[in-house]
């Protein structure tokens, strides 16, 4: 069924109907519909593998082809959004304690949330424990937060198609990709199943390494950020034969595609709806504010709106799911920044989020 809906999401684009939602919805809101009208399952042990294998697997196959020329000339922008994008977690997660009244734990319920939206689930973890949250009232919390992060995932994806966004914010990045998509509506990746096999034989290696390096240091959590130094590593010590390889970023594509179906199935959209609606709209204000703040600050900048959106992809979704929205939306030069700025959040979260309970409680 994941697949299918990967195939769904592809062919979204090659339509002129279904095309105006984009593809990562398509599969997104797929995965949730099935799993919720209890079609697939919302825990399998394929969902593991997916995140825990497959998708690592994706990242240096989005990356062989990203040097430093690249990633420096177009994407420069990315790390101060990603930042104000954090700010603007912190100022959403403020604003939603002074409108929802939570109760005596609102304000750890708001600096728990503020680090899960730039850290992740380690960083919300940890947070709970920082601030004493209780476990029960934690685990309404978690309920109600995954709902929030698929709502402002597809905001995001949804942004470029919006437009009074594109008119308040700019894009030569969309633009360029337009155009190119225009250019090469009936070309076809050519299928050369050396370079793929290759492709993916030196992936699943620099995975093992990472994996090997991340744990002998004791930095098990950060085993991503090393798979995109390694491969960026090889992109730019060996540009000839990775510019060479066929099929490799279309390959990582299909992969993210399958990881965002896996995201929309394990979402339980009910559960929140009788233990946590309080909570899920508390996180919506977060998750709004922030999305503002950072077009504000884009606008401000006379940042790329593509920018804008990996920035803010990197603190709410997090490394994967943000090289995910540069991926298929084909903003390659985008993909480091996800995945560098995304894997920063982690560092970062809970000193904002200590920052924001000492400043509410």
Wanted: charged fraction near 10%; glycine fraction near 8%; hydrophobic fraction near 60%.
């Amino acid at each position: 069924m994941l697949l299918t809906l990967v195939f769904v999401g592809l062919w979204s684009e090659r339509n002129r109907i279904a095309s105006k939602i984009p593809a990562v919805v398509w599969v997104l809101g797929g995965g949730v519909l099935l799993s919720n009208l209890e079609l697939i399952p919302h825990q399998a042990p394929a969902y593991d593998f997916i995140g825990g294998i497959v998708m690592p697997i994706a990242i240096p196959l989005l990356l062989f082809k990203a040097t430093f020329t690249r990633i420096l000339g177009e994407s420069g922008r990315v790390l101060p959004l990603f930042f104000i994008g954090a700010v603007g977690v912190c100022i959403g997660a403020i604003v939603a304690d002074l409108l929802i009244d939570l109760g005596q734990y609102g304000p750890h319920i708001a600096a728990t949330y503020a680090a899960a939206w730039i850290g992740g689930m380690t960083d919300m973890v940890a947070m709970a424990e920082i601030t004493d949250l209780p476990p029960d009232v934690f685990a309404v919390a978690v309920s109600a937060s995954a709902p929030v992060s698929i709502i402002g995932l597809m905001i995001l994806v949804s942004l470029p198609n919006i437009g009074f966004v594109r008119r308040f914010l700019p894009s030569p990045i969309v633009d360029a990709q337009a155009e190119a998509t225009a250019a090469v509506e009936d070309a076809r990746p050519e299928l050369d199943l050396v370079h793929i096999s290759f492709a993916l034989a030196l992936s699943a290696a620099i995975c093992w390494a990472s994996a090997w390096i991340a744990q002998a240091t004791g930095f098990g959590h950060y085993s991503l950020f090393i798979v995109t130094l390694i491969a960026v590593a090889i992109a730019n010590l060996f540009p000839g034969p990775m510019r060479a390889l066929k099929g490799d970023f279309e390959l990582g594509m299909f992969v993210m595609y399958i990881f965002f179906a896996m995201i929309g199935a394990t979402t339980d959209m009910t559960a929140f709806v009788t233990s946590a609606p309080v909570y899920f709209v508390f996180g919506l204000v977060i998750i709004l504010v922030h999305v503002a703040v950072v077009l504000a600050a884009a606008k401000l900048l006379r940042s790329d709106l593509a920018e804008a959106i990996i920035g803010s992809g990197a603190n709410i979704v997090g490394a994967a799911a943000a090289a995910g929205i540069a991926t298929s939306k084909g903003w390659k030069s985008l993909v480091t920044p996800a995945i560098a700025t995304g894997m920063l959040g982690k560092a970062i979260a809970n000193f904002f989020g200590v920052a924001v309970f000492q400043l509410l409680h």
